[in-house]
């Protein structure tokens, strides 16, 4: 039995988490707290070798064991149409994957009240959107949604972590050309935004983007892609920040819809919040370390106590990051924590946690299970580190149904709004969707 203490931070919407553990018994918490043995150290090390070095190398360890380990980019697969166009884990999936996401659709009612309403019409006829986005059940019924009302697409992911293999196949079974599968490298990542993005005879018009890093690559490498683009639809806070980073500098040539501060089709509680609550609900004491004063007194408002990170850091037992920023837990931080803190990041940007700082000689990887990663300091410390530091909630778990479904839709109508909008409604900016059209739907 033990109670649980959760310090959070939250830099506007932004945030940390931390559990303590206190035990009921001296006992239970010293054999939890003990650090292994020199001698244990010497013969775990060697046991711990190989896994270290496929920490460092790739992410290739976080596909399914049942897979075999070829790279998707080194077989040949087709599907029952005959058509290449795609490289996902195993085309032989796609019934499973179908499974996934009829199942999917039951519970995202405004995405299909949207598609049966639409089709008819075809309101993206024409319509050639590249996307980048998490790959899963509920993304698949926001793409064939995308067809269903005329457009056509070309997928890849925006997470090498997050992408539901079968669902993947799924789709390229139905002739959508995808691009990823769960566990890619660095390497692939890019590989598979490159290879959605050039395709001999298509040329996007409109793009879809999850933390900006399908964007920054067309600006990067295709900057002449945006001559027919028409607009950019991003989510993620982190691709909303480069957005408007592009805007302020004057670089953004075409016209953007922030969806992430838009008004959807109901109200919600910020991620925090929700993180906060659930622990709290679970029995752990919250805490928030927050910079800005109006969300600070928010937390008060909640219940929470509101501290300062440095204060705790040493007694915390679990660390969870949901920011946009670049180290908000620093290596200073990570070397005060305890031995057994689990450290992690609810984020969309990978680098919250500055897990790069951790790939260092003195420190030994060691991977435990598809997703978690001991880091253990010279002296027999260990911190867990889940997922590598990317976003946890889509990397390990999944977010429920109902919710993506409201992302979803409010992606759908700023594609359709953007790409039937008229000449000079939307000059080369970021905008948030009109509220009529997000309001609208909340009675549909």
């Not at 244990?40 to 711990?48: A, D, N």
């Not at 670089?251 to 929700?274: E, H, I, Q, T, Y």
């Amino acid at each position: 039995m033990f109670k649980c203490l959760t310090l959070q931070y939250n830099c506007a919407k932004h945030i940390f988490s931390l559990l303590q553990i206190q035990f009921v018994n001296a006992e239970d918490k010293q054999e939890f707290s003990k650090f292994p043995t020199k001698a244990g150290r010497r013969s775990l090390s060697r046991s711990i070798s190989q896994s270290s070095t496929d920490s460092y190398s790739s992410a290739a360890s976080y596909t399914d064991s049942s897979d075999d380990e070829t790279t998707p980019r080194e077989k040949t697969q087709t599907n029952s149409r005959g058509s290449n166009d795609f490289c996902v884990k195993n085309i032989k999936q796609a019934e499973f994957g179908r499974r996934e996401i009829e199942i999917a659709e039951q519970d995202m009612s405004a995405l299909i009240s949207l598609r049966k309403r639409a089709q008819g019409e075809k309101p993206l006829a024409g319509a050639k959107i590249v996307g980048c986005t998490h790959i899963t059940a509920q993304t698949a019924v926001l793409i064939e949604t995308l067809v269903a009302l005329g457009a056509q697409c070309r997928w890849t992911a925006c997470n090498i972590y997050s992408t539901q293999n079968e669902v993947a196949a799924a789709l390229a079974e139905t002739g959508v050309p995808v691009f990823a599968w769960k566990g890619e490298s660095e390497d692939d990542f890019w590989w598979c935004i490159d290879r959605c993005v050039t395709s001999d005879g298509w040329q996007a018009n409109m793009i879809l983007d999850d933390g900006g890093d399908l964007t920054h690559w067309v600006y990067k490498k295709y900057p002449s892609t945006f001559k027919k683009v028409r607009g950019i639809v991003e989510e993620s806070v982190t691709g909303v920040h480069r957005l408007y980073q592009l805007s302020k500098a004057g670089k953004l040539c075409v016209p953007a819809m922030n969806v992430n501060d838009s008004c959807s089709f109901c109200g919600g509680l910020w991620l925090w919040r929700g993180c906060c609550t659930a622990l709290k609900a679970l029995g752990a004491i919250v805490c928030i370390t927050e910079i800005d004063p109006i969300c600070a007194l928010q937390a008060c408002m909640d219940g929470f106590r509101v501290v300062k990170l440095s204060e705790v850091i040493r007694q915390m037992d679990v660390v969870i990051t949901c920011t946009g920023n670049k180290n908000v837990v620093s290596r200073e931080q990570l070397d005060r924590m305890k031995n057994g803190c689990i450290v992690c990041n609810m984020g969309h940007s990978n680098t919250e946690i500055d897990v790069a700082s951790l790939r260092s000689p003195e420190l030994t990887w060691e991977r435990v299970r598809s997703q978690v990663d001991h880091i253990i300091w010279p002296d027999g410390k260990r911190v867990v580190l889940l997922a590598e530091g990317r976003l946890l909630n889509l990397s390990c778990s999944t977010v429920p149904t109902f919710v993506l479904s409201i992302t979803a839709t409010t992606q759908a109508l700023a594609l359709i709004e953007l790409f039937n909008a008229p000449e000079g409604r939307y000059k080369q900016d970021v905008y948030l969707l009109p509220k009529k059209m997000g309001k609208n739907r909340v009675y549909e």
